[in-house]
């Protein structure tokens, strides 16, 4: 089974920063996307930012400018560094991962358990 753990949220002041961690793990032949959402209780779960296995990148209009998703250090990794936070982005951001966990497998999506990011002075 393939398991994705969130790591870096917390509490940060507006116009501060955060870096979000996504780790993959298991058997995992090919990762298609990861990505970051959020949600807040009562409120549908929303895309934040997508990073494609072949590099290309996709954000919510609302994050443009201020957040920017790239591949992590470590294999099968993902960051989200959070720039000039706003209360409105208070959310449990959650890990996504499309994967093949096998040649001819078809893709699967996975979600993680979330981290909670809380915008609050």
């Known amino acids: 089974q393939v398991q994705l753990v969130e790591s870096g949220g917390g509490l940060v002041q507006p116009g501060g920063s955060l870096r979000l961690s996504c780790a993959a793990s298991?058997?995992?032949?090919?990762?298609?996307?990861m990505g970051w959402y959020r949600q807040d209780p009562g409120k549908q779960r929303e895309l934040v930012a997508v990073?494609?296995?072949?590099?290309?990148?996709n954000y919510a209009d609302s994050v443009k400018g201020r957040f920017t998703i790239s591949k992590g250090n470590a294999k099968n990794t993902v960051s989200l560094q959070m720039n000039s936070l706003k209360p409105e982005y208070t959310a449990v951001y959650y890990c996504?991962?499309?994967?093949?966990?096998?040649?001819?497998?078809?893709?699967?999506?996975?979600w993680g358990q979330g981290t909670q990011v809380t915008v609050s002075s």
């Open positions: 996504n991962a499309v994967v093949r966990l096998g040649v001819g497998e078809s893709v699967r999506s996975f």
């Open positions: 990073l494609t296995g072949s590099g290309s990148t």
């Open positions: 298991g058997i995992i032949f090919s990762i298609n996307a």
